[in-house]
């Protein structure tokens, strides 16, 4: 109904493919996210679940704050590869620190397959540092903010196929990311970013996030 156009977007933001635009994809098929849903009365039910803070607290603390919030929608892939994410770090778009009392929850809204780009993460790469981001120089392009770290393309990550309502929780200095979506469905997912309400806001100038 967001991509509709059924229920007023509010606050959130609609983010399209750029080869599905290409090829005059609409509605559903068009968009590859919806950010910034965190007050949508039906997501808010997701986002404010006790069983899902019990966990969150584990990382950030009792005093919880939601800093960013997504549906996941990752159409069918057009051909260009547009719909995989490169290698990344969620730090890197988050000005706030300490990156210790932050964390991701990303929920499966259906199965989610390596057919279909399921995360893919590299093991350990937590406890490292945060890493110089760009877009990448793919030949179908790139969608827009999807940054990646350079030169780890031809890492050996490790997949993580979910089950329906599966959820995980990882640090912001993961390195991670998505395949391609090689099927005719969709593969949706919800996910979002708690911090400690203690957090403070940095300075990026000089730094990695400047750019």
């Known amino acids: 109904?967001?991509?509709?156009?059924?229920?007023?977007?509010?606050g959130a933001t609609l983010m399209k493919d750029i080869s599905l635009l290409k090829k005059g994809a609409r509605g559903v098929y068009l968009y590859n996210k919806i950010q910034d849903i965190l007050f949508d009365e039906i997501f808010e039910k997701y986002f404010f679940h006790s069983q899902l803070l019990d966990y969150v607290s584990c990382f950030t603390g009792p005093n919880i704050r939601a800093?960013?919030?997504m549906l996941i929608n990752k159409p069918p892939d057009s051909g260009a590869l547009t719909s995989r994410h490169p290698l990344h770090q969620d730090l890197?778009?988050?000005?706030?620190?300490?990156?210790?009392?932050i964390v991701a929850a990303w929920t499966a809204m259906e199965p989610v397959t390596t057919s279909?780009?399921?995360l893919v993460v590299l093991p350990g790469t937590h406890k490292g540092e945060l890493l110089q981001h760009d877009y990448p120089s793919w030949e179908g392009g790139v969608n827009k903010a999807y940054h990646g770290i350079q030169g780890c393309d031809d890492y050996e990550t490790v997949p993580l196929p979910m089950d329906k309502?599966?959820?995980?929780f990882f640090h912001p200095l993961?390195?991670?990311?998505?395949?391609?979506n090689k099927t005719p469905?969709?593969?949706?997912?919800?996910?979002?970013?708690?911090?400690?309400?203690?957090?403070?806001?940095?300075?990026?100038?000089?730094t990695v996030q400047e750019k």
């Open 116 to 118: 279909n780009g399921c």
């Open 1 to 10: 109904d967001y991509c509709d156009g059924v229920i007023p977007k509010g």
């Open 185 to 206: 469905g969709f593969r949706k997912a919800i996910s979002c970013h708690y911090s400690t309400s203690d957090c403070k806001y940095i300075d990026v100038y000089g």
């Open 92 to 101: 890197y778009y988050f000005p706030f620190r300490p990156a210790d009392h």
């Open 165 to 168: 309502g599966d959820t995980v």
């Open 67 to 69: 800093m960013h919030s």
């Open 174 to 180: 993961l390195i991670h990311g998505s395949g391609i």
